[in-house]
């Protein structure tokens, strides 16, 4: 999907969502003094949302994660797209929006669902199957998949406990179930 978004305006939302599991509430709401480009780690604030009062859906959903290579150069090339369409617009509100609409107003849900329905198209991936959501069951499910334990897993994306992102957020990858029949070959093996 990433691969898909490349030539749109919502790649660096993709990208930060997939690779992050930020809400789509939470990216709505960044801004550009909450990113760090440059730090060692770059990372960005996780520290509003466009939730009514702008706080994030709870306190505990504050976080500052540290960002992989491929957001930060999302990230910059986003920038220099949004300085063009800064420049071409005839009036910009600058509100230090990360994701803003053509005019620097902040994005809606609904514009946001319609420009990942153009990328899912071009991803060829059934548009009724997937929302922005989906990408923060694919970061919970890709870093599962990759043997993250849970608990890590389950602090990274700000749940209470594991059992939401047991449950309700990973998706098993490989639904076979190879414990089994590895056990049974140790104990039995060819003669």
């Known amino acids: 999907m990433p691969k898909a978004s490349e030539s749109t305006a919502l790649h660096a939302y993709v990208v ?5 599991g930020a809400r789509t509430e939470e990216l709505r709401a960044l801004t550009w003094s909450h990113v760090d480009l440059d730090g060692t780690p770059p ?14 859906k709870t ?8 960002m992989p290579k491929r957001c930060v150069e999302a990230l910059k090339l986003h920038r220099e797209r949004q300085d ?4 071409a617009a005839k009036a910009w509100q600058d509100n230090d929006l990360v994701f803003a609409s053509k005019v620097g107003t902040e994005l809606d849900a609904h514009s946001v669902r319609r420009s990942f329905r153009s990328v899912l198209k071009k991803a060829g991936l059934n548009e009724k199957e997937w ?3 989906e990408t923060r069951h694919s970061f919970v499910s890709l870093l ?6 849970l608990k890590n897993i389950s602090r990274l994306v700000c749940h209470r406990n594991t059992s939401v992102t047991e449950t309700v957020y990973r998706k098993q990858l490989r639904p076979m179930l190879p414990e089994g029949a590895e056990a ?3 104990l039995f093996p060819d003669r």
């Open 16 to 20: 930060l969502s997939l690779l992050l």
């Open 43 to 56: 990372s960005i604030m996780v520290w509003r949302s466009v939730r009514e009062g702008g706080d994030t």
């Open 59 to 66: 306190r505990k959903s504050r976080r500052t994660p540290a």
């Open 84 to 87: 063009v369409a800064r420049t």
């Open 131 to 133: 929302t922005p959501q």
């Open 144 to 149: 599962s998949e990759s043997g993250i334990p």
């Open 184 to 186: 049974m070959d140790q």
